[in-house]
């Protein structure tokens, strides 16, 4: 078999023609069986939701930001030699130092107040608790607005903290509707927001 020599040119030219690009592939979790069954009945269940019944969800969702971590996208202008020099070295803690979490809920029609959890420690294991979510977010932020709009029903993630006994039970007790989301998602952007944006525009 004859095998003729290809440039990288030639390659990238024949790519570029048929619309290929490249690109840093997007970052998912991985999942497990269970993760995708459990994906999978969460679309069947609402798979015939309509508009009516969406635009009375609210959504609520935690996200975690450090703040001593440094952004490895600075860039510096050095001299040959002056790679390790003091003012060119971006100073990281190596445990990701002490981060905070902000909690939010948004619906269609409403948004709660963001609630600013301090003083976590890094790594896993260290996130908001189900007494301090209970006491900090449905207390103080859920509870009152399901008092005010009874017919919405509250979607909040299948984290530890938001499926523990005490949780479910202070929730049963506040008559209010919960559906779970999923705990892991393979977009960038967040499931409810893709609604909440699909409910805007239809």
């Known amino acids: 078999m004859n095998q003729r020599p290809i440039s990288d040119d030639g390659v990238w030219h024949r790519l570029k023609y048929r619309n290929l690009s490249c690109r840093g592939p997007p970052i998912g979790p991985i999942l497990t069986p269970r993760h995708s069954c459990e994906r999978l009945q969460w679309a069947i269940h609402q798979q ?3 508009h009516q019944q969406w635009k009375t969800v609210i959504f609520g969702d ?3 930001y450090s703040i001593s971590n440094a952004d490895v ?3 510096i202008w050095s001299r040959q030699g002056e790679r390790y020099a003091e003012n060119c070295i971006l100073e990281r803690d190596p445990w990701r130092g002490p981060r905070i979490m902000v909690w939010g809920g948004i619906g269609l029609n409403h948004k709660l107040r963001p609630v600013v959890f301090q003083n976590l420690g890094p790594g896993r294991g260290n996130g908001v608790k189900a007494s301090r979510y209970t006491d900090q977010v449905l207390r103080r ?12 029903t509250f979607q909040h993630d299948n984290a ?8 479910r039970d202070f929730l049963q007790q506040g008559n209010i509707t919960i559906i779970y989301l999923i705990y892991v998602t393979i977009s960038k952007y967040p499931l409810q927001v893709k609604i ?3 409910l805007s525009t239809g």
Do not use: C, D, M
């Open 48 to 50: 015939n939701w309509r």
């Open 62 to 64: 935690k996200i975690r």
């Open 73 to 75: 996208r600075t860039r």
């Open 141 to 152: 932020h859920v509870v009152p607005h399901f008092a005010r709009f009874q017919n919405n």
């Open 160 to 167: 530890h903290s938001n499926t523990g006994k005490a949780t």
């Open 196 to 198: 909440v944006n699909f």
